[in-house]
């Protein structure tokens, strides 16, 4: 789902959960910005196809002389100052807001790092981003990478984060407040009628101008192309002469972008969790529906090997297991049930899928999940799964909301263009979308009509992104991932011309620091030692 689950992050801090992506449309998703720039004719290397069979254009570097009217924010320096968080140091980096009128205006960026803490000689900086669109990069360095990278990997580099134009300490892109907010993710995503079709849609559309008139400067520039060239200024400004990346999720397309653009200027770069950049809105999201009920199917295996199962017991199949869940859904869908909110929040279908979707991001949260539809199922106590969504939309218990989904739609309706028409293109795609997931189909299907809405049109397309002459470049992909479906990482590794396939075979999103030995092993040695893993290695 888009602004509602959506695609693009990961859980955070706890064990290492990266920032999800929630089920959306493109969290998939993936773009780019200037069209003139970006599809330019196919360079060499193999083609690939959109869901309607079109043979996508490469994504074009872009000159390697840094051009004049940019010669001020290349040369700029950081002011660095305390952050109030021990062992960081923040700054603030000016990037033009309308990289074709670079003297129009500036974008004002969040910059985070932490020093190198060893002795041997220095590796340079490591930048690293979470995904989203919407994950704050500052906030995960400070909670997670910056503290809990590996101790050898953290002695080499200086630990680095920006946030994205758009997203959280830089410019955020606003829309709706927290009451509004509240009364959004609660709309109901799987419509009975015309009634209830009106409603979504008209929620969408306040969601849309809302977006528009609080945001107007910003929204036309908050692309992932915008975002990647923003990346090379900082590369720049901190001295680096090429760029060190790990990416996760969303940032996977962010980092390619870069190595798309400045094939030439990449370091050692890791995307882990990766996207396809060549698919369309429709296709990513299919693919992403798929991928949640692939987790879901793997979930429900773990569930019924537990006493505790409210779905079914030992013997039950995933499918009755998830006949069973859409029947609660259904029963919700009816009688919203209690939670003890201090809003007056009642746990509805919609909540309840965004709770149970939350799960499905890190196996480590089943047990979680199965204690919070035991809740809800047998004792109609649905604070359990209330929080999941909270967790999911960035809501804190006062009722305020990081500008996650905000900035989510952002940037997804600004890369592609738009999923479905409009209601009735959503109905006609409903059989596709149930036949690869009946539990999540529906709801996802119908998430993906946000982008239909949205003020400012979409300035990217669907594109292979080559990066001819760049150094490896890393892509991992989870054979179960539920967000970042295997096959996008498979593709992605493909079309770079330097790519090498990681793969992981376990459940959850993202492999890096999640408990898998081989897969740390070898992305360790690659950003300490700039040995790639071998071609088609393989972890558990």
């Known amino acids: ?148 990278y590996p101790a050898e990997v953290r002695a080499r580099y200086d630990m680095v984060a920006v946030d994205p134009r758009g997203v959280a300490r830089s410019e955020p892109v606003e829309c709706l407040d927290g009451r509004q907010m509240d009364a959004y993710t609660q709309t109901d995503m799987t419509p009975d009628d015309q009634e209830e079709r009106d409603a979504l849609v008209a929620a969408d559309r306040k969601f849309a101008e809302s977006c528009g008139s609080r945001s107007a400067r910003l929204l036309r520039h908050v692309s992932t192309v915008e975002a990647a060239r923003d990346m090379d200024i900082l590369r720049a400004v901190l001295g680096d002469r090429k760029l060190n990346y790990v990416g996760a999720s969303y940032g996977t397309f962010l980092g390619a972008t870069y190595a798309g653009l400045f094939p030439e200027r990449v370091g050692r770069m890791v995307l882990d969790g990766a996207m396809d950049p060549s698919l369309d809105a429709r296709r990513l999201n299919l693919d992403q529906t798929a991928g949640f009920e692939t987790a879901f199917q793997a979930f429900a295996k773990d569930c019924v090997r537990h006493d505790d199962c409210p779905l079914g017991g030992k013997g039950a199949t995933p499918a009755q297991v998830g006949d069973r869940l859409q029947a609660f859904f259904r029963e919700l869908d009816a009688h919203p049930a209690p939670t003890g909110d201090g809003d007056g929040r009642k746990l509805g279908e919609s909540l309840a899928t965004t709770g149970v979707i939350a799960a499905m991001y890190d196996e480590g949260s089943w047990e979680e999940l199965r204690e919070a539809l035991t809740s809800a199922m047998r004792e109609r106590d649905g604070a359990g799964l209330l929080a999941l969504s909270d967790s999911y939309f960035e809501r804190d218990p006062s009722g305020h909301y990081s500008n996650l989904m905000m900035a989510n739609a952002a940037v997804n309706c600004l890369d592609l263009p738009p999923a479905f028409s409009g209601p009735e293109d959503v109905r006609r795609a409903l059989p596709t979308f149930e036949e690869v997931s009946p539990v999540f189909g529906p709801g996802l299907a119908w998430a993906s009509l946000n982008c239909t809405y949205w003020p400012v049109r979409a300035t990217g397309e669907p594109h292979r992104i080559e990066a001819e002459g760049a150094a490896p470049i890393v892509v991992v992909g989870t054979v179960r991932d539920p967000a970042t479906p295997y096959r996008w990482a498979r593709s992605l590794a493909r079309q770079l011309a330097s790519g090498r396939l990681l793969t992981y075979d376990g459940d959850g999103h993202t492999a890096y620091g999640r408990g898998s030995a081989c897969i740390d092993a070898a992305i360790d040695g690659y950003l300490l030692r700039g040995t790639p893993p071998a071609a088609g290695k393989r972890c558990s």
């Open 1 to 148: 789902m888009d602004t509602r689950p959506s695609l693009r992050r990961s859980r955070r801090p706890g064990r290492i959960r990266r920032t999800r992506s929630r089920p959306t449309p493109r969290l998939t998703a993936a773009v780019v910005t200037a069209a003139a720039l970006l599809l330019a004719a196919c360079s060499s290397g193999t083609s690939s196809s959109s869901a309607g069979g079109t043979v996508q254009a490469a994504l074009a570097a872009l000159p390697h002389a840094t051009p004049s009217a940019l010669t001020p924010y290349y040369g700029q320096r950081l002011h660095w100052r305390d952050c109030g968080v021990p062992g960081f140091q923040c700054a603030t980096m000016k990037a033009p807001l309308d990289y074709d009128k670079p003297a129009s205006g500036t974008v004002r960026l969040a910059v985070a790092r932490k020093k190198a803490t060893g002795k041997a000689r220095p590796l340079g900086s490591l930048l690293v981003n979470p995904g989203g669109p919407g994950g704050s990069a500052v906030g995960y360095l400070q909670q997670y990478a910056g503290v809990g």
